[in-house]
C-alpha cells in the first residue's frame, strides 16, 4: 500500500471524514486527491505548525539566567520527511499537518508541567525540561519518540517506514544564551544545533575507532537432547571497543550512539557471512545466530542498510542465518517487534526474540510469531529457576524453541536445563572460540539427574569435557 492508499485510509476513518455528505464523491476520487492542491503560502504553512508560547520558553529561560543555574534541553527531529513530500507534491499539505499534530500531541502527553516545548521549523521541537535530571530527560525524550513512531504506525504506516525520531539531550548554561538579537527561545533552538553538531564529530571520530577494533567471537550452542554443537551466537569482542561506545553514550545524544550500534550489527553480520564462506570450503559450515539490536529497526536508515545487506548475503548462506533481534525493550509493543521479525523472515527462515524473563510481551507470542524465544542468564540468580520455568512453558504455547544465552555458573546451566530449554551456551558450556565449531559432540560439566539450583554456584573457568 502506497502512501496515498494510506493517507484515503486514515481521512477516511477520521471524524470529519466520517460526517461527510452522502453525496460527496468517494474519498478514491476527492479532488484533492487528483488535483494537485493551490499551493501553500510559507506563512500559511507555518501556522498550524505552531504550538505553545514563545513567551512561555522566554520566560522560563530567563529565570534560569536570573538564578545562574543550568537547565537541560533538547531537541526532537522528525528525520525521513523530505523523502515524502517529494512523492506526495502538493498533497503534502494534507500530510503535513496530521505528521505535526501526531508529533505535537504525543509530545504533550509525556511532558509534564514543568516541561514546555515549541516547534522550530516544520520537522524540528524544542524541548525544555524543567524538573528531571539528565538520565531520566533522556529518557523521557526516548518514550516521546517510540509514542511519535507508534502512533505513525498506527494512523500512516507507510510514512512511519520512511521516517526516524533523531533526539539530542543536553545540559544548557543560560550564560551562553545571554546576548543575541533574537529571542531567547530561538538563541536556545541555534545553540543546541551547534551543540549537536559538535557531538556528532565527536561521535563520528569515536565510531571510527571502534569499528577499526571490532571483533567477533563465537559462543557454541548446546542442544540439551542431541548434546552436540547445532550452531555458534555470534558475540560480538566489547574489551576492544567498550570504552569507545560508553564515550558515545556519554555524549548525551542517544541518536549517535543508535547508529552506531547498527553499524555494529552490520560488521557482525559481514563477519557471520565471511565466516561462513571460509567455512564452506571444508565441508564444515554450522548455522551462526547472529544477533541485531532492536533499535536499528527503529530508524529507518539503520533499518534500510541492514535489511539491504541481508538481502545481498547469498542463498546458500542465508539458509545459515539465524538472526536474533535483542535489545527489545518492556515499553514495545508486540506490533513493533513482529513487523522487525516479519522483515527478518522475508530473507531468512529463523528470527528468534531475545525478550526478558520478566517481558509482558511473553504472553502475546502466539503460534507462527516467531521461531525461538531467547533470554539472557547473565546476572541472574540461580533460585530464580522458577522465572525460567514461566520462560520456557509461554514459549511453548506460542510454539516457539528456546534459546538461554551466557550461562556463566554450573548452577544456571542447570537450571536451564530443568526449567526445559532446548539451546544453552556461555562459559558453563564452552568458552567462547574466535572460530565457529562445527556440528561435534559436546558434553557440559552438568549432572542432569541433580537440581541445576543445588551445590552449583561459582563462575567456570573452563566447564566442559573434551570430545
Keep these: 500500500m502506497g502512501i496515498l492508499d494510506s493517507l484515503k485510509r486514515l481521512l477516511r476513518s477520521r471524524p470529519e471524514s466520517r460526517a461527510a455528505s452522502p453525496t460527496e464523491p468517494p474519498l478514491q476520487s476527492h479532488p484533492l486527491l487528483l488535483v494537485d492542491a493551490a499551493p501553500v503560502s510559507s506563512r500559511d504553512r507555518e501556522q498550524p505548525l ?14 534560569a539566567l536570573k538564578s545562574q543555574e543550568r537547565f537541560l534541553a533538547g531537541s526532537i527531529e522528525l528525520l525521513g520527511l523530505d523523502h515524502v513530500k ?26 509534564s ?62 550564560q551562553d544564551l545571554a546576548s543575541g538579537n533574537r529571542s531567547l527561545a530561538d538563541r536556545l533552538a541555534a545553540s543546541l544545533e551547534k551543540m549537536q553538531c559538535e557531538v556528532e564529530l565527536v561521535a ?48 548525551g545524544d542517544e541518536m549517535q550512539y543508535r547508529r552506531t550500534i547498527a553499524e555494529i550489527d552490520c560488521m557482525t553480520l559481514t563477519k557471520a557471512v565471511e565466516r561462513l ?6 565441508d564444515r559450515a554450522i548455522a551462526l545466530l547472529v544477533p541485531v539490536n532492536c533499535e536499528t529497526f527503529m ?79 547473565q546476572g541472574l540468580a540461580e533460585q530464580q529457576n522458577y522465572s525460567l520455568k514461566a520462560f ?4 511453548a504455547e506460542a510454539g516457539a524453541v528456546t534459546f538461554a544465552h551466557s550461562a556463566n555458573t554450573l548452577g544456571l546451566a542447570g537450571a536451564a536445563v530443568e526449567a526445559g530449554f532446548a539451546h544453552i551456551d556461555g562459559p558453563a558450556i564452552h568458552l567462547n572460540t574466535t572460530e565457529p565449531r562445527p556440528t561435534l559432540r559436546l ?25
Design 50 to 63: 505552531r504550538s505553545g508560547d514563545d513567551f512561555v520558553l522566554d520566560r522560563l529561560i530567563s529565570d
Design 86 to 111: 517529494r512523492e506526495l507534491g502538493s498533497k503534502w499539505a494534507q500530510v503535513g499537518p496530521i505528521v505535526h499534530e501526531i508529533a505535537q500531541t504525543e509530545i504533550r502527553r509525556h511532558l
Design 113 to 174: 508541567t514543568a516541561d514546555h516545548f515549541k516547534p522550530n521549523g516544520e520537522t524540528r521541537f524544542v524541548v525544555f525540561f524543567g524538573a528531571l535530571d539528565r538520565q531520566k530527560a533522556a529518557g523521557r525524550a526516548a518514550l516521546i519518540s517510540r509514542a511519535i513512531k507508534a502512533r505513525l504506525l498506527e494512523e500512516l504506516p507507510e510514512i512511519e517506514e520512511r521516517t526516524s525520531v533523531n533526539l539530542f539531550v543536553t545540559e544548557v548554561d543560560p
Design 204 to 251: 563520528a571520530s569515536q565510531r571510527k575507532t571502534i569499528l577499526r577494533d571490532f571483533q567477533v567471537l563465537f559462543a557454541p550452542v548446546w542442544h540439551v537432547e542431541k548434546h552436540i554443537t547445532t550452531c555458534n551466537r555470534t558475540v560480538v569482542d566489547t574489551s576492544l571497543i567498550g570504552r569507545g561506545l560508553n564515550r558515545i553514550r556519554a555524549l
Design 277 to 282: 564462506h571460509a567455512a564452506s570450503r571444508s
Design 299 to 377: 530508524t529507518p536508515g539503520t533499518e534500510r542498510e541492514y535489511l539491504r545487506l541481508l538481502a545481498s548475503v547469498p542463498a546458500p548462506y542465508r539458509d545459515k542465518l539465524v538472526i536474533e533481534i535483542t535489545g527489545i525493550e518492556r515499553n514495545l509493543s508486540l506490533r513493533q517487534v513482529c513487523s522487525s521479525i516479519s522483515k527478518v523472515q522475508r530473507h531468512v527462515d529463523r528470527a528468534v526474540a531475545e525478550v526478558g524473563l520478566d517481558s509482558p510481551l511473553l504472553h502475546m507470542f502466539s503460534r507462527g510469531n516467531v521461531y525461538a524465544l531467547a533470554c539472557s542468564l
Design 392 to 395: 520456557t512453558a509461554l514459549a
Design 443 to 467: 558434553k557440559p560439566m552438568i549432572d542432569l539427574g541433580v537440581s541445576g539450583t543445588s551445590n552449583r554456584s561459582g563462575s567456570v573457568r573452563a566447564a566442559y569435557r573434551p570430545n
